[in-house]
């Protein structure tokens, strides 16, 4: 009888190598970890898209700027979705070059969540910007190129 993780292993990637992958449930719960993610990351950006659509008070050439900004990042992240894809779970290089390669990867992801739940809520803040009751300090904007 299969374990859990064998089947997720199949399910991930069919020709896993178990005599290669010495640490196999580590590789998969990282894995596992970067698609969940990359699956917030996508729910920011229409987070982000959604505040962006609805927000009035923008500049047509701003909303352009900004728009640019926010495809710029998703490609980055999908393109990490489409890398984690087709090149397999196990990398088989140098375990040094793959733990860098991954931390880079890690790194990235972690960054554009932040930066994109940043300028989500910049972006829903900078609506009441010249409200009286709502007075934000000017550093709004920079969140929102951030």
Sequence with gaps: MATFLELLGHFLSPDWDFEYACCREV????????????LMDSLLFLLYIYVFARN???????????????????????????????TGIIDRENG???????????????????????????LYAYQWYHDAHWQFPPIIIIYIIE
């Design 96 to 122: 040094f070059t793959y733990f860098i390669k991954m931390k880079c990867w890690a790194t990235l992801i972690f960054s554009l969540s932040n930066v994109i739940g940043e300028r989500s809520f910049s």
């Design 56 to 86: 009035k008070t923008l500049h047509a050439n701003f909303r352009v700027i900004l728009l640019i900004f926010a495809i710029n990042d998703m490609a980055l992240v999908y393109h990490r979705l489409a890398d984690f894809w087709l």
């Design 27 to 38: 590789i998969l719960f990282t894995n596992v970890l970067y698609g969940i993610f990359l």
